[in-house]
């Protein structure tokens, strides 16, 4: 059997060549949930936000009431937002629940 002898010279060629970049794809970003602002939506929101709040019968955060309500917490703001301006809710420890 014959061996094949490594010269200096191929080792170095070898070292030389530029390795591969991995090229790591970039996370897609989140769409933002797009809410219709006029007065018929946000009043069924309210609606939503109101009933959800009745049901749990204690203070809920903005990631609950979206939860029970089954609405994004975009669409929870907005109806939080309406129930404030009428004063039917109260705040207290980043909690919210019915006046």
Same mark, same amino acid.
């Given at each position: 059997?014959?061996? &094949?002898?490594?010269?200096? $010279?191929? @080792? /170095? %060629?070898? =070292?030389?060549?530029?390795?591969? *970049?991995?090229? !790591? &794809?970039?996370?897609?970003? $989140?769409? @933002? /949930? %797009?809410? =219709?602002?006029?007065?018929?939506? *946000?009043?069924? !929101?309210?609606?939503?936000?109101?009933?959800?709040? /009745?049901?749990?019968?204690?203070?809920?955060?903005?990631?609950?009431?979206?939860?029970?309500?089954?609405?994004?917490?975009?669409?929870?703001?907005?109806?939080?937002?309406?129930?404030?301006?009428?004063?039917?809710?109260?705040?207290?420890?980043?909690?919210?629940?019915?006046?």
């Amino acid at each position: 059997m014959a061996e &094949k002898k490594t010269t200096k $010279k191929a @080792a /170095a %060629v070898k =070292a030389e060549e530029p390795k591969k *970049a991995t090229v !790591k &794809k970039a996370a897609a970003p $989140k769409k @933002a /949930a %797009v809410v =219709a602002v006029n007065a018929e939506n *946000a009043g069924f !929101k309210a609606g939503d936000v109101y009933q959800a709040l /009745a049901a749990a019968g204690k203070a809920l955060t903005v990631k609950e009431i979206a939860k029970a309500a089954k609405i994004s917490e975009e669409e929870t703001l907005l109806g939080l937002g309406w129930l404030f301006k009428e004063g039917k809710l109260a705040a207290a420890d980043e909690k919210i629940t019915l006046a």
